[in-house]
């Protein structure tokens, strides 16, 4: 697979693949998912820890893992954080025994000033439905939302929904959630809520972030 070296090039692809977005899905339900996966990715400089954990939808408990060390050769840009991660987390995938129902990103998706995330990226190269859950907003902006779990208010770009913020927990800080590939919006902060038992950030995300930090942590 051809992997651009430079940003002229990788907007490039990102405009070439948007267009093969679903955003419509509507991707399946939080009750009839059976294995959902994490992903995430630590950095020790150019070296990388690339992490996907499988859980079982309804048990949070984890079913399987793969973990890629390797590094990076494309430079820290804003908006093209996906061509640094990708090409590690596609080798993460094919070191699965268990096909995943649903990715969960930990970053953008739609919410993109190109409208292609890291979610959007994996979704179409892989062809699984995939939503992103960020820590922090990249784009656009919303209302106040209320302070109660399940609180959320429509993330907004240039007069476009491109996401939703959607407080996980009763007054703790929002996620920003958008569509990745083949899940529409209501499914993706439907998946988002039911990952959320206890925290304020998915179990997948917890588990694939612990995960790729302790690889390379033991690398180092």
């Known amino acids: 697979m051809y992997w651009p070296t430079t940003a002229t090039e990788a907007i490039a692809v990102q405009g070439e693949l948007r267009e093969q977005v679903d955003t419509t899905g509507p991707g399946p339900s939080p009750v009839d998912t059976q294995y959902v996966a994490g992903l995430d990715v630590a950095y020790d400089g150019d070296d990388l820890a690339a992490a996907i954990v499988v859980l079982d939808a309804q048990s949070h408990i984890e079913v399987d893992r793969s973990i890629v060390l390797g590094h990076t050769t494309f430079p820290y840009l804003p908006g093209l954080f996906a061509f640094r991660e990708v090409p590690a987390l596609l080798e993460a995938l094919e070191g699965l025994t268990i096909t995943p ?74 996620v920003f959630v958008s569509v990745g590939h083949r899940v529409d919006l209501p499914t993706a902060i439907a998946h988002t809520l039911h990952l959320t038992p206890q925290y304020r950030l998915p179990e997948t995300t917890r588990a694939a972030d612990h995960a790729c930090r302790q690889a390379i942590s033991q690398r180092a």
């Not at 990226?121 to 109660?148: C, D, E, R, W």
């Not at 913020?165 to 929002?174: F, G, I, L, M």
């Open 101 to 174: 129902d649903l990715l969960v990103c930990d970053g953008q998706g739609l919410a993109h000033p190109r409208r292609f995330g890291l979610a959007c990226h994996l979704g179409v190269l892989t062809g699984l439905p995939t939503i992103g859950v960020a820590k922090n907003a990249f784009v656009g902006s919303y209302s106040p939302l209320g302070a109660q779990r399940g609180s959320s208010a429509d993330l907004v770009l240039d007069g476009e929904v491109v996401g939703a913020v959607v407080r996980t927990q009763t007054d703790v800080k929002p």
